[in-house]
């Protein structure tokens, strides 16, 4: 599995240049105008991970298999949007088809480029758009709890639920918090994700700032950090504009850039590190002759829900898990040597897969 994260933002803050350098295409209309992105850019980017180079080169593989997120670049959210100003319906519709938000704000000066609002001021910005999510989630859960009277006389279980957890969620946004910040119990965590609340979403701040200022950030920068910090969510500072370029060049040209600029990475790379940690998410690899594959769980995933990532079957007729750690893989050379220093285990169906796990599973057809 993968995931879906939807780039939001005010108009002109970097979106689509962002969207650009992850997908390595031109398909996202960068210019200097709101709302030229009508309809949302859907991208699949690999994952970085160097882990799979080295199992690769290790065990002989042929193909090397990334896992793979899936970015949606969703075009500028106004203020009014929960009420259609703008295109704002329809972009709405399009944040709660995805896992979770990167939004971009715009921590750079320039002239040149306008801010809809007139100012730069990314805070301010932020919360014009957690308003308008919020505002969003209120009016749909009103219209949805008035039609789960008739149900709930009924003796509907589901819509009881429903109605609980709505009400919760109400009570939140009401307070001027968003949706995400209700404590939900095990038992309700499926029907909550089920209500597709916008502001239930994890968020993930990108303080998209100037060439000048990738490898330091800003003072604008930095009161996004603050404010993500109070909010208990996380942040990234990049260079929209650098990551497009590094994005169009050959690895080696990239490094040399890279360093020439005092970055000792890609931003793209620390943005979907930052995804899969605000998801909760870890790899596991299959690794052979023919190919080294990355596949991605949620943390805490048994052995045969892992197996049946890679087809149902594997999960249905799962016997057990061939295991062994990436430092042991690597470290001692391989399966082969791994397995006579006694460091591939048998784990069964209680297992919990671990991030970095080399996994070959036994299955019944």
């Not at 008739?150 to 509907?156: A, C, H, L, Q, S």
């Not at 805490?300 to 829900?305: D, I, R, V, W």
Request: aromatic residues 6%.
């Amino acid at each position: 599995m993968g995931f879906k994260m939807g780039i939001v933002g005010l108009p002109n803050v970097g979106k689509s240049t962002l969207f650009n350098a992850l997908t390595k295409t031109a398909a996202a209309q960068a210019a200097n105008f709101p709302f030229c992105t009508i309809e949302p850019n859907v991208g699949e980017v690999a994952v970085p991970d160097a882990r799979l180079d080295k199992l690769a080169a290790i065990a002989g593989s042929k193909q090397i298999i990334p896992t793979r997120m899936t970015f949606v670049d969703i075009a500028g959210l106004v203020k009014g949007a929960s009420k259609g100003e703008g295109l704002g319906n329809q972009f709405l519709a399009n944040i709660r088809e995805t896992d979770a938000i990167a939004h971009v704000l715009r921590c750079f000066e320039d002239g040149d480029v306008t801010h809809v609002e007139g100012r730069v001021d990314p805070v301010a910005d932020a919360e014009t758009i957690d308003t308008e999510l919020m505002l969003a989630d209120l009016e749909s859960i009103e219209k949805r709890r008035a039609g789960l009277v008739r149900k709930i006389k009924g003796n509907d279980k589901d819509a009881a639920q429903q109605d609980r957890l709505l009400a919760a969620a109400q009570e939140a946004i009401e307070n001027g918090n968003p949706a995400r910040t209700v404590d939900v119990d095990a038992d309700d965590a499926k029907a909550w994700r089920m209500l597709q609340l916008l502001t239930s979403k994890p968020v993930l701040y990108v303080c998209n700032v100037g060439e000048s200022e990738a490898a330091e950030g800003t003072a604008l920068s930095a009161k996004v950090g603050e404010m993500a910090a109070a909010q208990g969510n996380s942040h990234v500072v990049i260079s929209a504009q650098i990551e497009e370029e590094i994005s169009q060049l050959e690895p080696e040209e990239a490094s040399m850039f890279l360093e020439e600029m005092g970055l000792e990475e890609a931003g793209l790379d620390r943005l979907i590190r930052a995804g899969y940690d605000l998801l909760h998410l870890e790899t596991y690899f299959t690794v052979g002759p023919k190919e080294a594959r990355a596949w991605t769980i949620k943390a805490g995933t048994s052995a045969p829900k892992a197996a049946g990532v890679i087809h149902g079957d594997f999960e249905k007729g799962f016997i057990r898990a061939e295991t062994i750690a990436y430092d042991d893989f690597v470290g001692l050379g391989g399966e082969g040597p791994a397995k006579e220093a006694g460091k591939m285990r048998a784990e069964g169906k209680s297992y919990t897969v671990k991030d970095g796990d080399v996994l070959h599973f036994l299955f019944n057809t």
